[in-house]
């Protein structure tokens, strides 16, 4: 039993252990914003008055939302990058990272998408019809009144779509990109599989998503629109 | 009425599916003038209203606004919006912003006045409409007939040609209802030019300078207030009249 339980490894690797950590920070800060900023955009395409902008954004959504994450890294990684050779950085660590986060985020933002154009379902229409009385455009009235209003309404599942966003930077293995998962396999081959180990990577993702969830709940309230 | 025609609904007809709720209205609007809508529900007055800044669109027929024809969309359309201030049954005030940034945003960001320019002037029609003192407030912290209120300096600060005002005391209280039509029967007696749909014949009579009578979707009379409320012409406005006019 003893040994089933024995957290040393994780213990004498710390620096790699942490190390992985942190290339998951990285990953998931990086990809949470962009995912924002792509979501938003591909959610202001779903609800544009020109068809062909909403046609573009629906299958986009379509098309991603339902590929496997693995699929999506693998395109981002191998087909973008190695195969057209598209690079970012001549560091191969560093090219792959940015292509984790390009291929995690074009999945991602499908979520933010979706989950933001159920906000705008909740925003009254008289809202949208007021600001296009005082003369806003579609533009100005989506940007200035409907979506921040609709940000506020969906803070605590866009909190639940980052959660799983953080656990699936475990899949930026295969995109050539090492981070907590990876470190984690290195170290059942150095020092065999055990609970302990297994256990102890476990805790660390809980310590990045719990707060998260949390900090997502109490922002929600905070910021809540009161009508 | 002497001023120019500022609002000319020219054979306007519209349908939702099969229903014609609009049929073949023609109705012209001098600078200066305010004009009381009435008619039973379902009349098709508060589509009518929502026609002239094409919250609704029209299936034929012309509106025109101050002699430009209105556009169907793009910037155009922003641009003659802008021009009519529109009061709304529900206030619709911006929830997640403050009452002077309910007034100033318009200004601001359609105008292009400065934000300085646009708070002191703000801050001039919330006075006016005796709601300076909650600026800072949010619109729910506000009662019925303040948010009315605030909706109705928000629309002003457009310097507007026109307003329409959808039913505005509909869903207030009995008790707030006076102090939205006082402000409105102030801006009446101030020149500005008004389209008013509303059941609140104290008001019509008392502000109005012609009633438009609606029916089935269509103009049944027209008149001033005082011939149309003591010698209506069609038996429908007498039906209407001795049902609301009794209690």
């Known amino acids: ?227 | 009425m002497t001023g120019r025609p500022l609002v000319v609904l020219d054979n306007i007809n519209k349908h939702f599916g099969d229903l014609h709720v609009l049929k073949d209205i023609n109705v012209t609007v001098h600078a200066g003038e305010v004009v009381v809508v009435i008619g039973p529900s379902g009349s098709g007055k508060s589509t009518l209203c929502r026609t002239v800044n094409r919250l609704e669109t029209i299936d034929s027929g012309t509106i025109t606004l101050d002699g430009e024809p209105l556009p169907e969309e793009g910037s155009g359309l922003a641009r003659l919006r802008s021009d009519v201030g529109m009061v709304f049954q529900s206030f619709n005030l911006f929830a997640h912003k403050t009452v002077l940034q309910n007034v100033t945003l318009g200004p601001t960001k359609v105008r292009k006045k400065s934000k300085g320019d646009a708070e002191k002037r703000g801050m001039e029609l919330l006075d006016r409409v005796g709601i300076g003192d909650q600026a800072q407030k949010y619109p729910a912290q506000l009662s019925g007939g303040q948010q009315q209120r605030v909706a109705i300096a928000r629309s002003l600060a457009m310097d507007p040609k026109v307003i329409m005002f959808d039913e505005p005391t509909s869903a207030l209280d009995p008790e707030m209802v006076q102090e939205v039509l006082d402000v409105m029967t102030d801006l009446a007696r101030e020149g500005m030019t008004m389209i008013v749909v509303t059941h609140e014949m104290g008001f019509a009579r008392r502000a109005a300078h012609r009633v438009v009578f609606m029916d089935g979707g269509q103009i049944v009379e027209e008149n001033t207030p005082d011939a149309f409320f003591t010698n209506a012409q069609s038996e429908r406005a007498k039906d209407f009249l001795s049902k609301i006019l009794t209690h």
């Open chain 1, 1 to 227: 039993m003893g040994e089933i339980f024995d957290f040393s490894p994780i213990f004498e690797s710390f620096d790699r252990v942490w190390a992985g950590f942190q290339s998951t920070i990285q990953l998931s800060v990086a990809s949470a914003i962009l995912s924002l900023v792509l979501g938003t955009i591909l959610v202001a395409m779903r609800v544009a008055p020109i068809p062909l902008l909403r046609a573009a954004g629906t299958i986009y959504v379509n098309a991603v939302r339902n590929t496997p994450l693995t699929l999506v890294l693998l395109f981002s990684s191998l087909a973008i990058s190695d195969t057209l050779h598209i690079v970012v950085s001549d560091v191969p660590r560093t090219n792959y990272y940015w292509f984790g986060v390009f291929g995690l985020s074009a999945y991602t933002a499908c979520f933010v998408c979706e989950v933001l154009r159920s906000g705008i379902n909740t925003v009254p229409l008289g809202q949208a019809e007021a600001a296009r009385s005082i003369g806003l455009t579609f533009a100005q009235s989506l940007r200035i009144i409907i979506l921040p209003q609709a940000f506020r309404t969906v803070i605590a599942p866009l909190g639940s779509v980052f959660i799983a966003m953080i656990k699936n930077t475990t899949v930026v293995i295969v995109a050539s990109y090492a981070e907590a998962a990876a470190i984690m396999k290195d170290l059942f081959e150095d020092y065999s599989a055990s609970l302990g180990i297994f256990i102890g990577f476990a805790i660390g993702f809980m310590v990045l998503t719990l707060p998260t969830g949390y900090f997502f709940g109490w922002l929600a309230k905070r910021l809540a629109v009161a009508r």
